[in-house]
């Protein structure tokens, strides 16, 4: 079989094409600037979103975080679990809120849309797959333990857990 990999003009079919990632969340059009979102008040400006003054004459639009929220649908969790947790767990949700507050204050759409508590176990839900990699990294930091990370390219959905 000739190789056509090189060949100009022709393509290889004997290989699995990548679809891109996609989330759903992601606005699939150009939104009219100014936009604001009626929840957070948001504003969409140069081609993103970003905490501003609401323009008086913006539309409003709901932004990808409140929609996820609005919808009880992550992006990414932070599973914590181990003994360490039932003596640390404020230290631990302290330091998980210190990271959305420090990477909501540049990226409005980073951030924690809820924590649910399991006997042992709390699981960070976010709105967008790099805040969770934020938490573990702190977690880790702060604290060792083992770390681990699961992506899915095909749901756009990062898993982090985080153990000791």
Not at 12 to 40: A, F, N
Not at 88 to 98: C, S
Request: charged share 35%.
């Amino acid at each position: 079989m000739r190789d056509t990999s090189t060949t100009p003009g022709k393509s290889r079919r004997d290989r699995r094409l990548q679809e891109l990632v996609h989330d759903t969340y992601k606005s699939k059009r150009k939104l009219p600037e100014p936009t604001v979102c009626p929840e957070c008040f948001a504003v969409y400006h140069d081609g993103r979103w970003q905490w501003r003054e609401k323009p008086a004459d913006a539309h409003e639009e709901r932004c990808p975080a409140c929609a996820r929220t609005h919808d009880k649908y992550p992006a990414g969790q932070v599973t914590v679990t181990g003994p360490f947790l039932k003596e640390h767990r404020d230290e631990i949700l302290n330091l998980a809120w210190n990271q959305e507050k420090k990477a909501r204050g540049e990226h409005p759409l980073d951030r924690i849309m809820g924590i649910d508590e399991e006997e042992g176990m709390i699981v960070i839900k976010t709105t967008d797959i790099h805040l969770p990699r934020a938490i573990g990294e702190a977690l880790h930091r702060a604290y060792e333990g083992e770390l681990d990370y699961r992506y899915n390219e095909e749901e756009y959905y990062l898993d982090v857990s985080w153990e000791r």
